[in-house]
T-cell receptor, first 112, second 114 residues
Framework: GGIITQTPKFLIGQEGQKLTLKCQQNFNHDTMYWYRQDSGKGLRLIYY???????QKGDLSEGYDASREKKSSFSLTVTSAQKNEMAVFLC???????????FGKGTRLTVV | DAKTTQPDSMESTEGETVHLPCSHATISGNEYIYWYRQVPLQGPEYVTHGLQQNTTNSMAFLAIASDRKSSTLILPHVSLRDAAVYHC???????????????FGKGAKLTVSP
């Protein structure tokens, strides 16, 4: 089996700061996703990528950048952290022929 | 916006069979129905999925209405470990080479009492 590793698990940043979240998967999956989950709410898609160097905007891409440096890694950058941005950011991946999506454990962002 | 409707919460007791309903009245013909569950401090975990026929696996039974406008996730003999938020979602926009977006709503919080 594989695993999705998100780093860091907890991230504290200052308002206006640029922050980067990282995600690694060893499933050899083609597609990777970044979701944001606010407390007590559902998941909202920020960016996804179907292959290395590909980027597709989700419903919540404004204020974020993403980078698929290689097949196994997908990073997300908060361009200017805001206090209403405190949430859990979840990375996920899916193989080309496999319809199941696997999720990481998340990065919990706090902005002070 | 999420295209599915679920109750906010449901309560059960250990050993019971739980029926979790989901309404998806505007589902498209090529959309699959997926169920994930999520416990605190973890990402969502895949439970099952289906298109038209009922499906079953070691975790649950998925009953899909004949018109596909609703489905029910059936959890037999629940235990305390089944307490989680259950998400009913539709897979949208899948075509070869374009990826597959999953849209999540709030889900239904299942509470299991001893």
């Amino acid at each position: 089996g594989g695993i999705i590793t998100q780093t860091p698990k907890f991230l504290i940043g200052q308002e206006g700061q640029k922050l980067t979240l990282k995600c690694q998967q060893n499933f050899n999956h083609d597609t990777m996703y970044w979701y944001r989950q606010d407390s007590g709410k559902g998941l909202r898609l920020i960016y996804y990528s179907i292959t290395e160097n590909d980027l597709q905007k989700g419903d919540l891409s404004e204020g974020y950048d993403a980078s698929r440096e290689k097949k196994s890694s997908f990073s997300l950058t908060v361009t200017s952290a805001q206090k209403n941005e405190m949430a859990v950011f979840l990375c996920a991946s899916r193989g080309h022929a496999n319809t199941e999506v696997f999720f990481g454990k998340g990065t919990r962002l706090t902005v002070v | 916006d999420a295209k599915t409707t679920q109750p906010d919460s449901m309560e059960s007791t250990e050993g019971e069979t739980v029926h979790l309903p989901c309404s998806h009245a505007t589902i498209s013909g090529n959309e699959y129905i997926y169920w994930y569950r999520q416990v605190p401090l973890q990402g969502p975990e895949y439970v099952t999925h289906g298109l038209q026929q009922n499906t079953t696996n070691s975790m649950a039974f998925l009953a899909i209405a004949s018109d596909r406008k609703s489905s029910t996730l059936i959890l037999p003999h629940v235990s305390l470990r089944d307490a989680a938020v259950y998400h009913c979602i539709l897979r949208v926009g899948w075509q070869q080479g374009t990826g597959s977006k999953l849209s999540f709503g709030k889900g239904a919080k299942l509470t299991v009492s001893p």
